[in-house]
């Protein structure tokens, strides 16, 4: 299984699926990611979390913790 925690700076890729339940499976959601989106990874924080990302034409931080649990093709 791949997740958006392990897609190089500068790369694409398009969710599968949210490895997550209640409120924070909402939350992810409510950010735009789902199931389809594609995602580019723009950069990672000097210290390596969050990383940035692109999707739906906007910018969003996100942290590896939570990028764990987004599956990615």
């Known amino acids: 299984m791949k ?3 392990d897609i190089p700076v500068g790369k694409s890729a398009k969710v ?5 339940e ?18 580019t990874v723009r950069k990672t924080a000097p210290l390596g979390d969050p990383l940035e990302l692109t999707l739906r034409g906007y910018e969003l ?7 764990e649990l987004i599956e990615v093709e």
Not at 22 to 39: E, H, S, V, Y
Not at 61 to 67: E, P, Q
């Open 3 to 5: 997740t958006l925690k």
């Open 61 to 67: 931080s996100l942290r590896k913790a939570d990028a």
């Open 22 to 39: 209640g409120a924070l499976k909402r939350r992810i959601m409510d950010m735009g990611i789902t199931r389809g989106t594609t995602i």
């Open 16 to 20: 599968v699926k949210l490895h997550s």
